[in-house]
């Protein structure tokens, strides 16, 4: 942790976008595909995900797209006109860039999501629900990220960049968590299918590995060897009155009721995003 700290004390919002568009560009220019995963949150602006917060209280200088993941030809030939999106971007990540993501979203009942972040919080000695609970346990941004890329795809420019109507009506992508678990074949299929990819590469089982980050958050994928079914009744849909029973059985009503405030927060948003899932 101290060397991170080390290494990025002195990053900023400018440093860190050239960064990731070089490494862009060094992958493609392996014939390779990036695949970047990150939470939708820590791609906005603080006056869009903190209440009471304006853009003049904590300014932040505007970044500038300096086309670092183009080839260098085609940054001198290129004219960077932002797209046109119909609802504004809700990140920080320059329009440009931002329209031309494949975006997957991914989502998981909230009352498993809550759970699990409990659970594994409590064993780092974290205090949760706190106040900053809402933020990390919201599906409000990824429906924000989900709405502006629906309405770039329904556009005659949304819809030319990805390749034709047949293609863009798929996305965005939303993949569920408890889908995935429990029929993984059948969504990683429809996930290469929309992307054009070759799902025989798939891999279902898999060799024990080292501690992947935190115990906490890894140990039980660095411990498997395949997909777990079933695991914390992820094969059923909860109900929220029988959660709440446990909650308070192993952390007590105060607790109990925090979690259930961050369930019924994140529902609507969830549902939204369910139906649209593959």
């Known amino acids: 942790m101290d060397g991170l700290k080390k290494k990025y004390s002195n990053a900023t919002f400018q440093f860190q976008l050239e960064e990731f568009e070089c490494a ?6 392996q014939g390779k595909t990036l695949v970047v995963k990150e939470h939708s949150y820590h791609m906005m602006y603080p006056h869009v995900t903190l209440d ?3 853009p003049e209280d ?4 505007p970044l500038v797209d300096k086309l ?12 960077a006109t932002a797209p046109f999106f119909p609802i504004p971007n809700p990140t920080f990540l320059p329009d440009r860039l931002f329209a031309t993501f494949t975006p997957i979203l991914t989502i998981r009942h909230p009352c498993r999501m809550i759970f699990s972040l409990k659970r594994a919080l409590k064993t780092l000695g974290v205090p949760f629900p706190d106040e900053d609970s809402s933020m990390d346990t919201q599906f409000k941004w990824q429906r924000m990220v989900y709405d502006c890329y629906k309405a770039w795809f329904s556009t005659p ?5 990805v390749g034709g109507t047949s293609i863009a009506k798929l996305l965005p992508i939303v993949v569920d968590g408890d889908k995935l678990v429990n029929d993984a074949q059948g969504q990683m299929e429809t996930l290469c299918r929309i992307l054009g990819l070759d799902p025989f590469g798939i891999q279902y089982s898999w060799d024990v590995q080292e501690s992947v980050g935190y115990e906490a958050f890894g140990g039980t994928l660095s ?10 009744g992820s094969d059923k849909t909860p109900v929220l009155e029988e959660e709440m029973e446990k909650w308070k059985e192993e952390w007590g009503k105060e607790t109990a009721e925090g979690m259930r405030f961050l369930v019924d927060n994140a529902m609507e948003d ?7 899932s593959i």
């Open 68 to 79: 670092l993941d183009l080839p260098e030809a085609d940054r001198e030939s290129r004219t």
């Open 223 to 232: 411990r498997s060897t395949g997909i777990i079914k079933g695991k914390d």
């Open 270 to 276: 969830y549902d939204y995003l369910l139906k649209r």
């Open 24 to 29: 862009i560009a060094e992958i493609e220019s």
């Open 52 to 54: 009471g917060v304006k």
């Open 157 to 161: 420019e949304g819809i030319e960049a």
């Open 58 to 61: 904590r300014p932040i200088a």
